[in-house]
């Protein structure tokens, strides 16, 4: 193979990863694409850029090959352009006067990981008011409890050994706690509403829905129910939203971008950073899968990633300003009865499978 063919045989695979994420096919060997948008749209370009060295002025197939490529990098670079900080924020910056504050931390703990001293030191450092931790079984929520109970007198603890546990720790009061299995009755969510220090009350969803894998479910059908199903809670619900865990899913994804388009909640990150959770032991391939979601009426204060604690995830932390006044300047747009449509046969195709 010579090299100006081993130049075109990498900018078709270039083109190959990018169409992958168009075919409306559920299965996991295709929504993994969906994934890495920003190393794709890397070697989009790296691929775009080294064709150049071989370009003939006078071959059309040239001509037609490079705008291929080049409409390749153009579509990968909208994909991640709101995450970047040329973009502008979806959740705006806390005002200076505001008063009403609170903070919130997750992690995925990776079950297997026993650096329970690593993980206890990250959040004493964050010192956050609300804490969440994915992948808890028993053995995580013994020793997190034994520490942490001294400083959150409010808790929710559902462990499980099959890597969906929870642990929901709060210095606020909580109230009408409630464990539910929306798709699976081995994957909990948690749903509790918490009355903040200024007497507020918000609605809070936990969650952690299973990723599109060969060894547990090859499709991503339950995946995306589960997320379409809390936004129809979230539609509804009287209260302030904030919807936070593992999702397993990107922030750019359809099924993402859907979820935010029915629930009305906003992204912190878009115009921020990508902020990539996983793989906190991969630098290469890192994206966004641990998300905090919330309705228009919250600001942010600030917003990083924690420290490396033996997980497979970092931690995200926030803080944010409760402004309910200011809700309006940054509400989106009524999803369209497509896109509702859109989402509620999601959870029609999820009943139809089981």
């Known amino acids: 193979m010579n090299f100006k063919m081993f130049l075109r045989v990498f900018g078709i695979i270039a083109i190959i990863l990018t169409v992958f994420p168009f075919i409306p096919v559920d299965h996991w060997l295709i929504r993994v694409f969906d994934f890495p948008h920003l190393q794709l749209t ?7 850029l080294t064709y150049f060295l071989r370009f003939d002025l006078k071959n059309i197939q040239d001509y037609i090959f490079v705008i291929v490529l080049f409409g390749c990098f153009l579509f990968q ?3 991640i352009y709101p995450y970047t900080a040329f ?15 609170f903070s919130v931390y ?28 994915t992948e808890t079984d028993r053995k995580w929520v013994n020793e997190l409890t ?19 546990g929870m642990l929901f720790f709060s210095k606020f009061e909580l109230y009408d706690n409630k464990i539910k299995y929306l798709i699976e009755d081995t994957i909990p969510s948690i749903h509790t509403k918490i009355i903040l220090p200024f007497q507020d009350t918000i609605q809070l969803f936990a969650i952690h829905p299973a990723p599109p894998m060969p060894q547990h479910n090859p499709s991503s059908v339950d995946r995306d129910a589960e997320m379409m199903k809390i936004t129809k809670l979230t539609r509804y ?25 029915i629930s009305g909640l906003l992204d912190l990150r878009k115009g921020r950073g990508f902020y990539s959770t996983f793989n906190a032991k991969n630098w290469l391939m890192r994206w966004p899968l641990d998300h905090i979601f919330t309705s228009p009426e919250f600001r942010v204060k600030q917003v990083y990633l924690g420290e490396k604690f033996g997980s497979d995830h970092f931690p995200f ?21 497509d896109e509702i449509d859109t989402a509620f046969d999601q959870i029609e195709k999820e009943k139809e499978e089981d």
């Open 237 to 261: 619900s009287p209260f302030p939203v904030i919807v936070l865990g593992d999702f397993n899913d990107v922030a750019w994804s359809e099924t993402t971008e859907l979820f935010q388009k």
């Open 42 to 48: 890397l070697l989009t370009l790296l691929a775009l």
């Open 146 to 164: 034994k520490i942490l109970d001294k400083s959150y007198p409010y808790k929710i603890e559902v462990p499980k050994d099959n890597t969906y």
């Open 317 to 337: 932390f926030t803080e944010l300003s409760f402004e309910p006044q200011l809700a309006g300047e940054q509400r989106l747009k009524p999803p369209t009865k």
């Open 106 to 133: 997750t992690a995925n703990v990776l079950q297997t990981n026993d650096n329970f001293k690593g993980l206890l030191e990250d959040t004493k450092k964050q010192d956050a008011d609300i804490l969440l931790f």
């Open 77 to 79: 670079s909208i994909k």
């Open 87 to 101: 973009a502008p924020y979806e959740v705006q910056n806390a005002s200076k006067n505001s008063l009403k504050s």
